[in-house]
């Protein structure tokens, strides 16, 4: 796999008007998969969703790709969606979703064929979807995605497998395919490029703040035990969000990054996170053409979008982060 530790394109906070240096990082991180705690009391353990039918991500499942373990969520009966850089080039038969429906593994399927979006190319347009040679089981759910518009100051829930830590120690925790973790963040911007390359895609971002005040990115922090960021090679994992009262898949998690230029990410308080939403209309048009019309249809298509916090607007119209004006802790 290639590490994206430096590129030779512009930093993404310059497409934002400010020049942090080269040093800014796009990661595609070794295989693993985590999901941060906040500072204790909060911890690893507290963030961790129950192998039940009751849980409301049952159907997430982790992605285990050779010896690495990464994640993905399921969009058709025979189909999950993940990030294009986890399966890319890998053989089929390398490739299973191990699900935790009614308990630990309590299921494996193993991958058909892979489908890479056309123009994926990291991070851009970065995503895949993987055929499974039998459908999911009956008691798993599958997850509507939402085409709608998405605006800075939404709210969304992240599901993943593996390692992780608290946000003002780092990771600590092993990575287990049996173990997923939820925590939620704010989509801060959006965004259609993040350097300088030509590409486009469509972009959520966040920040991981503290237990109090604002992050890079503004906004305020959503709490100690709910705030989370993925970390160490948390690739393919699903955000959701909630409209008129349907759970849709918002994106999919692709890439972190340090907010300190020349920096090593260290998933602390402070890091930086990004995905691929799905609301742009190239997507929906892959999406249902590749799984041959077997989406799964939301209860409620028309649902309306939540209107636009006021600091969600004040982003979106400066179109900039004002120099200094990052937090790391």
Do not use: C
């Amino acid at each position: 796999m290639r590490d994206f530790l430096g590129t030779d394109h512009d930093p993404l906070w310059r497409k934002l008007g400010v020049a942090l240096g080269a040093g800014f990082l796009l990661l595609q991180i070794p295989p693993a998969l985590a999901l941060m705690a906040g500072q204790p009391p909060d911890s690893p353990a507290a963030r961790v969703d129950p192998n039940t039918l009751a849980s409301p991500w049952n159907g997430v499942g982790s992605l285990v790709v050779g010896t690495g373990t990464f994640s993905g969520v399921p969009v058709a009966p025979s189909f999950v969606l993940t990030a294009s850089h986890v399966v890319a080039g890998q053989a089929a038969s390398n490739v299973r979703y191990v699900l935790n429906t009614t308990g630990d593994q309590s299921a494996s399927l193993l991958a058909k064929a892979i489908h890479v979006f056309p123009s994926a190319s990291f991070p851009y347009d970065d995503l895949a979807l993987v055929e499974l040679q039998a459908p999911l089981p009956a008691n798993a759910v599958i997850y509507p995605v939402l085409f709608n518009r998405v605006p800075p100051g939404q709210v969304f829930t992240l599901v993943g497998y593996g390692s992780s830590g608290n946000g003002n120690a780092g990771v600590s925790v092993t990575a287990l395919p049996s173990v997923k973790r939820t925590g939620q963040n704010t989509a801060d911007l959006i965004q259609t490029t993040v350097d300088s390359s030509g590409k486009t895609s469509l972009f959520y971002l966040y920040d991981f703040d503290g237990p109090t005040g604002n992050g890079s990115f503004g906004g305020p922090t959503l709490g100690n035990g709910l705030e989370t960021v993925v970390a160490t090679g948390d690739s393919g994992s699903p955000a959701f969000t909630t409209f008129a009262g349907t759970t849709f898949l918002m994106g999919i998690n692709t890439f972190v990054a340090s907010p300190v230029a020349n920096a090593t990410v260290d998933e602390k308080f402070g890091t930086l996170g990004g995905g691929i939403l799905l609301s742009d209309p190239r997507f929906q048009a892959w999406l249902s053409n590749t799984t041959g019309g077997t989406l799964i249809a939301p209860p409620n298509p028309d649902a309306d979008v939540p209107a636009l916090p006021a600091w969600g607007a004040a982003l979106l119209s400066i179109g900039l982060l004002a120099a200094g004006r990052r937090t790391h802790r």
